[in-house]
């Protein structure tokens, strides 16, 4: 079974601080992906990585970078958490040639 | 113009009952095409994906694929109340295996 972990499920930091959220694979896929979900928006792409050290912006990646420095690991860090920011992220990862995404259990981030 | 649409819903139907989810999409290319359930407070679970015209059958599950007419459903037989989720309708969109989420549509199906 793929298996996709979060670092957190829920997170609550102040307006201002810069905000580290991890995602770990652990069946070597190349795709990484991390999105934000909310209420009547549904799911959006903040940002995916398709290989180490490799990102692509997805639709809504202001205010968020990301990093990726293992195969298996790949972080969002909101450099300046807003209150706007608070929302349920969610960390997917797919094989480059299986289009399928297996998603982590999220982490609802509260910004305050 | 959104590129998934899903009837948000609520779609209400009885125990034992079909129920019949919708999506449809604007991008005439897309190849793969994929429905989550996410049950309330959790993240999406991959329940089918279809990627040639015509129906797939899993269980419960049947999917279905018009590619002509750009839509994509899901149909559950004998609906139990432990369905009652949202559906998220996926389709692949350009490379690296982005895909593009509907909104959903809720489920609920009662005794």
């Known amino acids: 079974d793929v298996k996709v972990t979060q670092s957190s499920r829920y997170l609550v930091k102040r307006t201002g601080e810069k905000v580290f959220l991890e995602c770990v694979q652990d069946?070597?896929?190349?795709?990484m992906f991390w999105y934000r979900q909310d209420p009547g928006l549904g799911l959006r792409l903040i940002y995916f990585?398709?290989?180490?050290?490799?990102?692509e912006k997805g639709d809504i990646p202001e205010g968020y970078s990301v990093s990726r420095e293992k195969k298996e690991r790949f972080s969002l860090i909101l450099e300046s958490a807003s209150t706007n920011q608070t929302s349920m992220y969610l960390c997917?990862?797919?094989?480059?040639?299986?289009?399928?995404?297996?998603f982590g259990p999220g982490t609802r981030l509260t910004v305050t | 113009q959104k590129e998934v649409e899903q009837n948000s819903g609520p779609l209400s139907v009885p125990e034992g009952a079909i129920a019949s989810l919708n999506c449809t999409y604007s991008?005439?290319?897309?190849?793969?095409f994929f429905w989550y359930r996410q049950y309330s407070g959790k993240s999406p679970e991959l329940i089918m994906f279809?990627?040639?015209?015509g129906d797939k059958e899993d269980g419960r599950f049947t999917a279905q694929l018009n590619k002509a007419s750009q839509y994509v459903s899901l149909l559950i037989r004998d609906s139990q109340p432990s369905d009652s989720a949202t559906y998220l309708c996926?389709?692949?969109?350009?490379?690296?295996?982005?895909?593009?989420f509907g909104a959903g549509t809720r489920l609920a199906v009662h005794p």
């Open positions: 996926a389709v692949r969109s350009g490379g690296y295996n982005k895909l593009i």
């Open positions: 990585s398709y290989d180490v050290k490799m990102k």
């Open positions: 991008d005439r290319g897309s190849q793969s």
């Open positions: 279809i990627y040639s015209n």
């Open positions: 069946m070597d896929h190349e795709n």
């Open positions: 997917a990862s797919s094989q480059m040639t299986v289009h399928e995404q297996y």
